[in-house]
């Protein structure tokens, strides 16, 4: 698709007022679910604009989250590769760690004042869980987190943290008890509780507004590492990677340079490889179906059945990625690559090495795309790559490993 065919010549104008990211995105929900989201998305449009919502926003991007994160040169990772300059943006230094909060902050507010009390959330590896009990706490409402039960055995730390935040964390049976189970059961538990409840989703997906809307609060990282380049370099990027699990820490990033003359990458999580079938990778490795409310690329059989993702990071392993990132792929804006476990555990530990900062295994990924892609830049060449999260939560599934890589 050429430029010249895209509403008023820009990328950027996307979704339609009914969600559809070209062919992908939608609202396909139950009838009972339908007002529900209405709601939310007459709620959103008429909000995102207000100036005393923008200032509350601000307020608690600035005071609370600890925002603008730091745009960083990484010298030594970029004398090491050899090529092109390699910032970070350091998103993982938000209150609580990684830049999922952004987007909770945004969300609580909108249900603050839509004059909803209770929280409803879904989470995996429960990072998502952890910022949702926070921001609660910090509201003073009630939250109510929606896990997978192999989820709630994998991710023991998070969910005493959830706990601690004051948080009810509900145990989800069906299917292989993991996140995509624990999303299906939240939206069913929304419905029987409309009046007093709002569901915050944690990343690009599910029905329309959610992809807009958290990509919209996930844009303050982009729009301020644009600022931030700028006044280093007096450029722009020739290069944005971020990493893949659903798709909003990259959206994030990547959104306000869309309509920009700048390359950019998706790294999705090649697992043990693409060939083995173990990863997470689904605009690789999968085609579109419908799943939680919207189209986009999802892991499935033939029989159109959704295969759980694999990653050896677990905030990565969502079956299916925003429909946003899909249509970008379609039309060529984005590139999408993958990486596999063992590639982001190097990086992890050479990022630790070198650089003194230890990523989450998540960023981790998008940093073996960037060393190899500055390798093949000139020096006077720039990426920014988006260091979402940090490493202290991975530490006990990364260690044993680097042991017997012979790296410790
Ligand atoms: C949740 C998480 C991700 C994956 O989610 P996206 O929506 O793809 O950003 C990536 N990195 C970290 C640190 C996370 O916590």
């Given at each position: 698709m050429s430029r010249d065919n895209l509403k008023n010549n820009s990328y950027k104008n996307q979704p339609t007022d009914d969600g559809k990211f070209g062919n992908y995105g939608g609202m396909f929900v139950a009838e009972t679910l339908m007002p529900l989201i209405l709601d939310v998305s007459n709620s959103y449009s008429k909000l995102k604009n207000e100036i005393s919502f923008r200032k509350k926003l601000q307020y608690y991007q600035k005071h609370y989250i600890g925002r603008p994160s730091p745009l960083y040169f990484a010298k030594r990772i970029t004398e090491y590769c050899g090529g092109a300059k390699i910032y970070f943006k350091r998103d993982e230094l938000n209150h609580t760690g990684a830049h999922k909060?952004?987007?909770?902050?945004?969300?609580?507010?909108?249900?603050?004042?839509?004059?909803?009390?209770?929280?409803?959330?879904?989470?995996?590896?429960?990072?998502?869980?952890?910022?949702?009990?926070?921001?609660?706490?910090?509201?003073?409402?009630?939250?109510?987190?929606?896990?997978?039960?192999?989820?709630?055995?994998?991710?023991?730390?998070?969910?005493?943290?959830?706990?601690?935040?004051?948080?009810?964390?509900?145990?989800?049976?069906?299917?292989?008890?993991?996140?995509?189970?624990?999303?299906?059961?939240?939206?069913?538990?929304?419905?029987?509780?409309?009046?007093?409840?709002?569901?915050?989703?944690?990343?690009?997906?599910?029905?329309?507004?959610?992809?807009m809307m958290v990509r919209d609060f996930q844009s303050v990282i982009g729009e301020e590492a644009k600022k931030q380049i700028i006044e280093a370099e007096k450029s722009l990027p020739d290069k944005l990677i971020a990493c893949i699990g659903g798709g909003s820490n990259a959206m994030g990033l990547f959104y306000p340079f869309l309509d920009d003359k700048v390359d950019i990458i998706g790294v999705e999580a090649g697992g043990q490889g693409i060939p083995t079938g173990k990863h997470a990778a689904s605009l690789t490795g999968g085609k579109p179906g419908i799943l939680h409310g919207n189209k986009t690329y999802l892991l499935q059989n033939d029989d159109g059945q959704i295969i759980d993702a694999y990653s050896i990071s677990a905030g990565l392993d969502y079956p299916g990625i925003g429909p946003e990132h899909s249509w970008l792929n379609d039309i060529g804006r984005i590139d999408y690559k993958t990486c596999t476990d063992k590639q982001a555990l190097e990086a992890f530990y050479l990022c630790s090495q070198l650089e003194g900062i230890i990523p989450a295994l998540e960023p981790a990924h998008a940093l073996h795309i960037t060393m190899e892609e500055a390798k093949k830049m000139g020096p006077e060449e720039i990426i920014i790559m988006n260091m979402c999260g940090r490493g202290d939560k991975d530490l006990s599934a990364v260690l044993p490993k680097l042991k017997k890589m012979g790296k410790l």
């Open positions: 909060i952004n987007n909770v902050i945004g969300q609580a507010l909108l249900a603050k004042e839509m004059g909803k009390t209770k929280i409803i959330a879904e989470t995996g590896a429960g990072q998502h869980g952890v910022a949702t009990a926070t921001v609660c706490a910090l509201f003073n409402m009630d939250c109510e987190v929606f896990m997978g039960e192999e989820d709630i055995e994998r991710q023991k730390p998070n969910v005493e943290r959830m706990q601690l935040l004051g948080a009810k964390i509900i145990p989800v049976s069906s299917g292989t008890g993991t996140l995509k189970d624990a999303m299906n059961e939240a939206l069913r538990h929304w419905v029987s509780n409309a009046k007093t409840h709002f569901y915050i989703i944690g990343t690009v997906a599910g029905p329309h507004p959610y992809p």
